[in-house]
């Protein structure tokens, strides 16, 4: 039974910041793990599939990286557009999310 | 980039049968994989299902029981249907266009590329 833990639940960052939220998997099946963003009352979009491969159209701003069973998406200077909920995804198994709020 | 809308009842009755479909707007819909993703208010998503174009499915383990999706390539449109619905039932669902694939070690892989609006059931008499 795969689950993904992810961290922190909630994240509180200024424009301009570096910030990394963190998902971590039960076993380790690949690494195909996906990222996504998600906004309020919006449907989640793709950011990152394979772990590092950046989806089409989505800023370089963000990247990811694995080691081990330790996935991490990191946004390397936030901007206004990107506090929103993301979300790990390996197989069945979503994260929880993660909230990145304006500090 | 694909468009998928999905439609179906607002409001289920506890102990019925949730049914949804998806439609897909363009070409795309053969040779590609489809998913059925919900949310609960206020939580996070939990993923359903998924359908080949040719009818190959998977599961949720935890949802397994009670799923069953379907696909009308004639009409570019693929269903979910969720038996023996409760109010934790009561969600946002979500259909998807779906990346599958297999890794270099045979392991299985899929993410959701392309994502419909969403559509709110809600389970109450």
């Known amino acids: 039974d795969i689950q993904m833990t992810q961290s922190p639940s909630t994240l509180s960052a200024s424009v301009g910041d570096r910030v990394t939220i963190t998902c971590r998997a039960s076993?380790?099946?690949?690494?195909?793990l996906a990222w996504y963003q998600q906004k309020p009352g919006k449907a989640p979009k793709l950011l990152i599939y394979k772990a590092s491969s950046l989806e089409n159209g989505v800023p370089s701003r963000f990247s990811g990286s694995v080691s081990g069973t330790e996935f991490t998406l990191t946004i390397s200077s936030l901007q206004p557009d990107d506090f929103a909920t993301y979300y790990c995804q390996q197989e069945y198994a979503f994260g929880q999310g993660t909230k990145l709020e304006i500090k | 980039q694909v468009q998928l809308q999905e439609s179906g009842p607002g409001l289920v009755k506890p102990s019925e049968t949730l049914s949804l479909s998806c439609s897909v707007s363009d070409d795309s819909f053969s040779y590609n994989y489809w998913s059925w993703i919900r949310q609960p208010p206020g939580k996070g998503l939990e993923w359903i299902a998924y359908?080949?174009?040719?009818?190959?499915?998977k599961y949720n383990p935890s949802l397994k029981s009670r799923v069953t999706m379907s696909v009308d390539t004639s009409k570019s449109q693929f269903s979910l249907k969720l038996s023996s619905v409760t109010a934790a039932d009561t969600a946002v669902y979500y259909c998807?266009?779906?990346?599958?694939?297999?890794?270099?070690?045979?392991?299985?892989?899929?993410?959701?590329?392309?994502w419909g609006k969403g559509t709110t059931v809600t389970v109450s008499s």
């Open positions: 359908i080949s174009y040719n009818g190959i499915t």
């Open positions: 076993q380790s099946i690949s690494n195909w």
């Open positions: 998807a266009r779906t990346i599958v694939g297999l890794t270099l070690n045979r392991a299985e892989y899929y993410y959701m590329a392309d």
